[in-house]
């Protein structure tokens, strides 16, 4: 059987954050898929072909990530593809108590399904999907929290954004 591993999130839009966890947790998996959870109330800034796209680019050097998108619960998502491994990052206090109870119920609705959490590089840990959406809202540059890959992709696409 082969070790798959569901990386959920809004990735509204994918930080370097993400990407350094993904890339570290790498060796433990044949296969990571990084899952946008959406729901069409939710407000966000870039659009779910956006964010697809931009988690392609991220990871188009690695064939064992995909993407893949998913409305309602992440543990149904994970049973309707064979996964038992959650990836979770955390930052600091915040996340973990946060992350701890999100673990507790997954694990009461899916006991098969396992939450691994791996913590942030220290260099990382201060950024958030939240405060680049910010930066960019406002004109700033947001390249140095954003994946090597996207430095010349975020801008353009900011133009379609609906901020
Ligand atoms: P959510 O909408 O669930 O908060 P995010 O897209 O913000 O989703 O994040 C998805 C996952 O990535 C979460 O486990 C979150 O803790 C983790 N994460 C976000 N930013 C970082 C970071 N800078 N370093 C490590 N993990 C992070």
Not at 92 to 117: G, H, M, Q, V, Y
Request: with cysteine; hydrophobic share 40%; net charge positive.
């Amino acid at each position: 059987m082969s070790n798959i591993a569901v990386f959920p999130g809004s990735f509204d839009p994918i930080t370097k954050g993400h990407e350094n966890i993904v890339r570290r947790a790498l060796p433990l998996f044949d296969k990571i898929i990084v899952a946008i959870g959406h729901n069409a109330g939710k407000k966000n800034l870039f659009s779910v072909e956006q964010r697809i796209d931009f988690i392609k680019k991220t990871f188009a050097d690695t064939p064992k990530i995909s993407v893949k998108t998913y409305e309602g619960l992440t543990v149904d998502f994970c049973k309707k593809h064979n996964v038992n491994f959650l990836l979770r990052g955390l930052r600091n206090a915040t996340d973990f108590e946060f992350e701890r109870d999100i673990a507790s119920f997954n694990k009461d609705l899916s006991p098969n399904l396992e939450t691994l959490f791996m913590f942030t590089e220290p260099v990382y840990s201060h950024i958030s999907s939240s405060v680049v959406r910010e930066v960019l809202r406002h004109g700033g540059d947001a390249t140095k929290f954003l994946p090597n890959t996207l430095k010349n992709e975020i801008k353009p696409s900011l133009r379609t954004a609906k901020q």
